[in-house]
């Protein structure tokens, strides 16, 4: 396989046409290309996503965005940390390394990250070293998230 690179997604008409190849495609996708056809944004405009490229085809993406610590009820003492959503892979292209690649580049930050997992994703997380949250959100905010942490860094209870 050809070197890949994560490089982040520029919001224009090409790179929505091909979010509509992806299932995860909902209001994230359509508010960015309403916001498009009302000149709002543009191509160097803060994109959350991150994709990866094989030749002309965009193969995985990402959501990736910082949440400030003022705004954080899951890590002890709060901190900065991403959000990771909408992590997903073409069909024909899946165990070739594209997620694992993409959860790399987000790990690269080194902050914690939050994520909630797809159906039939658990395994896919556990192996990228996702753990279920301790804290329980599922009563809290009815999200059952998964979270990784860069080394020295602890989850509240």
């Not at 997620?99 to 994703?121: E, R």
């Not at 192996?127 to 279920?132: E, H, I, Y």
Request: no cysteine.
């Amino acid at each position: 396989m050809q070197d890949v690179k994560v490089e982040k997604l520029l919001i224009n008409y090409k790179t929505l046409e091909e979010f509509k190849r992806f299932k995860e495609y909902g209001n994230q996708e359509l508010s960015m290309l309403e916001d498009l056809q009302n000149n709002m944004v543009e191509n160097d405009s803060e994109s959350p996503f991150y994709g990866i490229y094989y030749g002309d085809t965009l193969t995985a993406r990402m959501s990736l965005y910082k949440v400030d610590k003022k705004y954080d009820a899951y890590f002890d003492p709060a901190q900065d940390y991403l959000v990771l959503w909408k992590l997903e892979v073409l069909p024909a292209y899946r165990n070739k390394g594209f997620g694992k690649t993409l959860v790399d580049y987000a790990k690269s930050y080194q902050l914690p990250i939050k994520t909630n997992p797809l159906i039939n994703s658990h395994d896919f997380w556990e192996k990228m070293g996702f753990q279920k949250a301790s804290y329980d959100m599922e009563r809290d905010f009815g999200e059952n998230p998964l979270i990784w942490l860069p080394e020295g860094v602890h989850e509240s209870n």
